[in-house]
């Protein structure tokens, strides 16, 4: 419209009409500065061209002029049908804007014109995406895009279908070309290249094409393309990679840059329905990638989500949708802890076997600053190079090089924010028990000592071993008990602390409403980090720190002291220390403890360093 009117190259005005540029309208010119001819300031081309002229049809529509409504149509080439014309306010607003900017349309050309095509994005992607080598068939296969070469498929999420308690498995086919009735290998999020576990083969017996609320059934999809498979739901918990090669690797899973800490008990309100909430927990466990369902040992059923809301939307489409309308019970939303370390073990702790054959002498310490978020991110993480892994914690966190490549595991989960490392020296047959060291190491990390919370941050140091000549007598039964409690006895050593999750909560507001927020917020623990006001409007962007544990009710607390002017967004950011000391009563960190040892059904108060220390 503009390029005609002005007879410049379309592409050329569009250049001008982004950032510091100016039109001129009594030279006729176009300018980088804001002052004109006659030294007034002119506005920014954007705003003169575009925006301008969008407020001024915004402003005639609602107050209904209906010469300048013709005159704007007419010269935007609009034309209204039928019972359009007799459309007024808001109605007209929406179809005047339909035909104006219709945003489908500019979102699908926004996406065509800036995001690369999978043949140009896979070349650089396939660094980050493939966990095996970077020359192998499956790798080249996915850099070059080939619809001929070996499949390679990513199931990112599970759609749930119109037949009760199946799903179809939607993914990406980033190499080779998947069909209906294929043959291939089920690599789950558990797999582990070389071993048959979480890995299944078997046929696909649909492909479909998933468009929006619509399912059309295709008979293949080449690389570069989004697909839904049909019949393999019952392998895949939450994603998977799908391959027909036998030398794939997995890919690599997706991060979330939230975590659930939010937890709740679930129970049916009728015993009989029992069977029914299991079966339900499953669907919801595989529709949404980020919520965990567990049974707790004491056979509690636990949905844990990424906070209230998160957790309220997954329990209503538990009970609606997956349980039939079953009615269900839930507790008050609980908050998952963890336990830490503040200070290097005041002694080296020994526990004996009980034969009393084998002796462990063990000290505890925190992780340097950065490393637990280094793990979590995978920076660091256990199928790393010894060495590289290595260089690294010696180089960036001043560990001593020769231990730093003597890290035994990680816990919990073969992959937590908790290490143990080996620095002794000349120990014999120390090898035949490092499974025996590893497994009690998960068990020590999963349930911590002060509350059974999973631990964080915490390094285990082996100082020295002394071990029975006969293997008979150096066994699981003997070493398992007795490294766990030699790991309690180390934690207790080491002033141990518990860890609350913190979220990052971002509010817009306008300037009068701000004494409300500072007000609730230190109510609930909270502090702000940030205030900046939002250039050309009366609005304010504040960023605070929010205890989750405080978070429960904050949103309406919120809009009751601001009138409803302020709206908060909460996203989990960080772990911070509880205040206080776990072992004076009046304490918070000591209440957090109580409170959780209660709830676990656990015996009152911190176990004693007696029972898991031995004496010489």
């Keep these: 419209m503009y390029a005609k009117k002005f007879g410049v190259e379309r592409s050329k005005l569009m250049s001008r009409l982004w950032g510091d540029n100016y039109f001129d309208p009594a030279t006729k010119k176009w300018k980088t500065n804001p002052t004109g001819s006659n030294g007034k300031d002119i506005p920014r081309a954007f705003c003169q061209f575009i925006l301008d002229p969008i407020y001024k049809l915004f402003d ?54 800036h995001l690369p095509s999978p043949v140009s994005a896979q070349k650089y992607r396939v660094e980050n995406l493939y966990e095996g080598p970077k020359d192998d068939e499956a790798a080249v296969s996915i850099r070059n895009c080939n619809a001929e070469g070996p499949l390679v498929l990513y199931v990112s999420k599970m759609v749930p279908t119109t037949d009760k308690g199946r799903f179809y498995a939607f993914g990406r086919v980033f190499a080779g070309t998947v069909k209906t009735g294929q043959k291939v290998r089920i690599m789950g999020a558990n797999y582990v290249y070389g071993k048959k576990e979480d890995l299944y083969v078997k046929s696909i017996q649909r492909t479909v094409l998933m468009m929006g609320r619509y399912v059309e059934p295709i008979e293949d999809v080449p690389a570069g393309n989004t697909v839904g498979l049909v019949g393999v739901d019952q392998y895949i918990l939450k994603s998977a990679t799908i391959s027909t090669s036998e030398t794939a690797h997995p ?54 989500g990424a906070g209230e809301l998160h957790l309220e939307i997954c329990l209503k489409d538990l009970q609606e949708e997956y349980c039939g309308g079953v009615p269900l019970k839930t507790s008050d939303p609980v908050v998952s802890f963890r336990e830490t370390v503040s200070a290097v073990s005041s002694m080296t702790v020994l526990a004996k076997s009980p034969n009393k054959h084998n002796r462990l002498f063990m000290t ?3 992780f340097p600053q950065g490393l637990s978020e280094d793990i979590d991110n995978k920076v660091i993480n256990e199928k790393d190079d010894p060495k590289t892994r290595g260089k690294i914690l010696s180089d960036k966190y001043g560990w001593d090089a020769t231990e730093a490549r003597k890290i035994w595991c990680f816990g919990p989960d073969t992959t937590g924010p908790n290490m143990v490392i080996d620095t002794t020296k000349g120990v014999q047959y120390l090898n035949e028990i490092k499974d025996s060291v590893v497994a009690a190491f998960q068990w020590a990390t999963k349930e911590g000592v002060l509350a059974e919370e999973n631990c964080r941050g915490i390094r285990a140091n082996i100082m020295d071993v002394t071990l029975h000549t006969d293997a008979i007598h150096r066994g699981g039964g003997q070493i398992i008990p007795t490294a766990r409690r030699c790991f309690y006895a180390a934690f207790l050593t080491a002033s141990p602390q518990m860890l609350e999750p913190v979220y990052l909560v971002e509010i817009q507001t306008p300037d009068n409403a701000v004494g409300g927020i500072y007000s609730c917020l230190n109510k609930r623990r909270g502090h702000v980090i940030s205030e900046e006001q939002k250039i050309g409007t009366p609005l304010l962007h504040v960023k605070a720190y929010l205890p989750v544990m405080e978070s429960f009710g904050f949103t309406a607390d919120l809009r009751s002291q601001t009138s409803g002017q302020a709206f908060p967004q909460c996203v989990f950011d960080h772990w911070q220390q509880v205040q206080g000391d776990p072992y004076k009563a009046d304490s918070k960190s000591a209440q957090v403890v109580t409170s959780i040892r209660k709830r676990k059904g656990l015996k009152e108060g911190i176990p004693p360093l007696d029972n898991y220390l031995d004496k010489m």
Aim: aromatic content about 2%.
């Design 60 to 113: 005639a529509i609602m107050k209904d002029h209906k010469d300048k409504i013709e005159k704007m149509l007419k010269g935007l080439n609009i034309q209204l049908k039928g019972d359009e014309k007799g459309f007024t306010g808001k109605n007209l607003l929406k179809t005047v804007m339909k035909k104006f900017l219709p945003a489908a349309e500019a979102l699908l050309e926004m996406i065509v014109v």
């Design 251 to 304: 890919m690599v899973q997706m991060k979330f840059s939230v975590s659930p800490v939010v937890r709740v008990a679930v129970e049916p309100k009728n015993a009989a329905d029992l069977p029914k909430l299991v079966e339900g927990l499953k669907r919801l466990g595989k529709s949404d990638p980020l919520v965990q369902c567990t049974i707790e040992e004491s056979g509690e059923h636990i949905v844990a």
């Design 364 to 366: 505890a310490e925190p």
